[in-house]
């Protein structure tokens, strides 16, 4: 059974490195060494309990050795590495040379009677061997180094207990453990003179235990980790996260930009509530798998915050990072960019409104013309204007029902003064005639409603956009056509008709009801408002004349608000 024990021990030892190897493409070699130790000591173990020669169980002695005082230093130096802390170089000199001197006695047992005074093979009756043992002088040295390696190794540990803000205790202290179990595991085994070791079993178990907290480990020492890539940098900080959202580690740059982290944060808790800035901007988000980039402004500092998930073992979710990178010259550049693009855009649209106004000025300047030379109208083309900012108000309320939208009726207010300008083609014998039309003078006069549509199209087209040409050319083509198609030129009816062409004929005919003109006089609002209405449904479109009709008050005020000359 104890020859088993052993064997197992063995097997478990080379199953337990040769799987940390495999899963650390990259393995830190004190974590190597380590498993390395634990194989040499229970196949010496191993070795003891199957000789049948004291010379076998010798050199079995050795391999034992060599793991059993090598183990305990190295446990110490993982320790120093979890501490943040560097070994003094004597202190490592004097570890080492002692465990070497240890070591070269060894070598002398069978040989001299200075470590051993005597040894012999004796074997058990449970069918195992192990060695009969005289101690000799300098076996005292032995004791005296398991003593020297439990006061380091409790040192440590003290050291990472008063400093536990920044030192990972739930680590060390495990590690500390497993080295105290194996030196008193040593002393109780010679203090009952036990044939069978259990020191072998608690090495392996101290092993397991210090790999199985390689991950750990390996967060927690993110300084020497990503030393390679960042010792460079100045302006680079990262905030380490176990996968359970404790905080783990950050470097002098993150406590720099946040002393809070130095503060109040402690390795292995959550980020305190009481930091509540933090708390809510950085860690909130990240538990809460919501964090996005993030870029904060410290004294005068860009700094732009970004989650990366921390991955060992083939892709395995260990934790995550937080990056602090230094923004602040591409941030400028940004803004420099930014002001650039907004003072160009503002400049752009300064200029377009100065051109949309020296176009729209043209326009109008063209329709006074056409005014000029109509004396039968006067300020027809003003008043128009000014019914079809009215009606469009009365429009907008109900702009669903009529499939209409505020940019249609922006351009239908800025299209109405060119309704007449076919009026340009009109000879000025016919056109400034101060009597009624001929039939045939009429028949002329109607061909200005298709002449200004080609005007229109001449004028605007690839100077203003499709959309108000084609409001534009409709209105001044449409505006005579009636709802009973009955209308010139083309004779449409109904919804043949383009609304806005709808929309100006109410505007034009109300004009010229209530104004004078050389062959009539003006009508009463009155009467103007009752032929309107009855006309619905045969000149005018009976939805839109309703609501025409409903402007009455506004428009009677504009009327009034004429001089006589307009």
């Given amino acids: 059974m104890v020859v088993f024990i052993h064997f197992a021990t063995f097997i478990a030892a080379i199953a337990m490195t040769g799987s940390f190897m495999l899963d650390n493409k990259k393995v830190d070699s004190i974590y190597l060494l380590l498993g390395i130790l634990v194989i040499l000591n229970s196949f010496g173990r191993y070795m003891i309990s199957i000789s049948t020669t004291i010379e076998m169980a010798l050199c079995g002695n050795i391999f034992n050795y060599v793991g059993g005082c090598f183990c305990p230093a190295i446990l110490i130096l993982v ?3 979890l501490c943040n802390e560097t070994l003094p170089k004597w202190l490592v000199a004097v570890l080492f040379s002692f465990t070497g001197i240890i070591m070269a006695l060894v070598l002398t047992i069978g040989k001299l009677p200075v470590y051993y005074a005597n040894v012999e093979l004796g074997f058990a009756p449970g069918g195992y061997s ?42 060390i202290f495990p590690i500390s453990m497993t080295g105290t179990v194996v030196i008193a595991t040593y002393i109780i085994e010679h203090l009952i003179h036990s044939t069978f070791s259990l020191v072998s079993i608690a090495y392996l178990l101290s092993a397991m235990v210090v790999i199985r907290l390689f991950e750990r480990v390996y967060m927690y020492d993110m300084t020497n980790n990503i030393a390679n890539y960042v010792e460079r940098m100045k302006t680079y900080g990262y905030i380490v996260f176990d996968k359970k959202f404790n905080y783990v580690n950050s470097n002098d740059y993150a406590k720099q930009i946040f002393p809070e982290i130095a503060k109040t944060w402690r390795i292995d808790f959550p980020v305190p509530q009481s930091d509540s800035f933090l708390y809510q901007e950085l860690y909130l988000p990240v538990k809460n798998y919501k964090f996005e980039t993030k870029t904060f402004f410290v004294n005068d500092t ?22 602090l990178v230094d923004s602040t010259i ?13 003072n160009l855009k503002i400049e752009i649209e300064r200029q377009t409104e100065h051109i949309s106004s020296m176009k729209d ?156 003109r050389c ?25 839109l004349a309703r609501l025409f009709l409903t402007c009455r008050c506004r428009l009677e005020k504009l009327y009034n608000g004429f001089t006589e000359e307009q």
């Fill in 302 to 323: 860009y700094i732009e915050v970004v989650e990366k998930p921390l991955t060992y073992k083939n892709g395995k979710l260990i934790g995550y990072i937080l990056e």
């Fill in 130 to 171: 192990y060695l009969i043992k005289t101690y000799g002088p300098a076996h005292k040295l032995y004791p005296v180094l398991m003593l020297f390696d439990a006061v380091v190794l409790g040192v440590y540990q003290i050291k990472a207990i008063l400093n536990n803000r920044n030192i990972s205790f739930k680590s």
């Fill in 519 to 543: 062959y009539k006089e003006s009508f009463s609002f009155d009467q103007s408002f009752e032929i309107i209405d009855q006309n619905i449904g045969t000149h005018f479109d009976p939805d």
């Fill in 361 to 516: 000025k043209m326009v109008l300047g063209i329709a006074s013309i056409v005014e000029s030379r109509d004396n039968s109208t006067g300020n027809h083309i003003m008043r128009t204007s000014a019914v079809i900012k009215i009606f469009a108000d009365a429009l907008r309320p109900q702009k669903e029902k009529f499939g209409l939208s505020e940019d249609f009726l922006q351009k239908l207010i800025k299209a109405a003064p060119m309704h007449d300008l076919g009026k340009l083609s009109i000879d000025d014998v016919i056109l400034r005639k101060t009597g009624k039309f001929t039939p045939e003078e009429y028949k002329i006069m109607q061909t200005h409603s298709t002449e200004g549509a080609k005007i229109v199209e001449k004028i605007l087209r690839n100077v203003e956009d499709d959309n108000f040409v084609d409001i534009a050319r409709n209105v001044a083509h449409f505006h005579h056509e009636k709802w009973n198609g009955e209308g010139y030129p083309m004779g449409l009816k109904e919804k043949e008709i383009p609304i806005e062409a709808r929309i100006m004929a109410l505007a034009d005919v109300f004009d010229a009801l209530v104004s004078k």
């Fill in 79 to 81: 320790i120093a590495r």
């Fill in 330 to 342: 591409q941030k400028k550049y940004l803004t420099t960019v930014e002001n650039y693009n907004r």
